[in-house]
């Protein structure tokens, strides 16, 4: 079993191997905009680009990085996702399709690695399970620090974002802030909304451009 709550849940690994998803919690962590990605990116010639005072090498001459979805430790807070259930026969499989995914090398040194590979307990109709998830790897070299507020990550998710017309904003792969968008939809199909998230939606519709026709109005905020 795996619990997804990023992207996971809209395009999980072997979807023709998934036979059940359950909405599933995980306490004792939040979920947050905190992953430097260069995949949910896109080619500065195509990305919007347009704020130059984001942290230093998410914006280079070549490439527009943006940010993924990951985890802070919170006793106070609880993360809902989907628990993924795979047919047995396949796990293998999708376990090394998942840690290549997530940039997870069991042989690697941890502080080069996007994520960590861990066993967690979810609670999940009335009972816990054991599930496998990916979690952040807090001062790796693709970690962005907790203190960085939601108005530098909005300014990131915009500059990763396609521009409307470029050939990537037709790709059915999510960059940028149609990322924290899909997000946001896929929690809510499964009856969540998550505070931090609206809230990163509205840092983002802050800032008037092209680009807030991606972004749906926020129904809470922090």
Known sequence: MVFAYGSLIATPEYSE??????????????????????GRGCPR????????????GYLTD????????????SAQDVIYGVALAYE????????RAMD??????????RATLG??????????????????TYLSNPGGVFDLPESTSLDV??????????????????????????YLEQLRQQLRFVGHIDALLEAQAEAVLAYDGPWVSLITAPLISL
């Open 153 to 178: 990550r909005a300014r990131i998710l915009i500059n990763g974002t396609p521009r409307a017309g470029s050939p990537l904003s037709r790709d059915l792969k999510v960059r940028g802030i149609e």
């Open 115 to 132: 994520y960590l590979r861990t066993e967690v307990r979810l609670s999940m109709e009335c009972t816990e399970v054991l599930a496998t």
């Open 88 to 95: 047995p026969s396949n796990w293998a499989e999708v376990i």
């Open 17 to 38: 191997s998934v036979v059940d998803k359950t909405p599933a919690v995980l306490k004792g962590y939040r979920r947050e905009f905190n992953k430097r990605s260069p």
């Open 45 to 56: 010639s195509q990305a919007y680009a347009v704020f130059d005072d984001v942290p230093e």
């Open 100 to 109: 290549r995914r997530e940039g997870y090398d069991p042989r690697g040194e």
């Open 62 to 73: 070549s490439w527009a990085f943006s940010l993924a979805v990951g985890t802070v430790q």
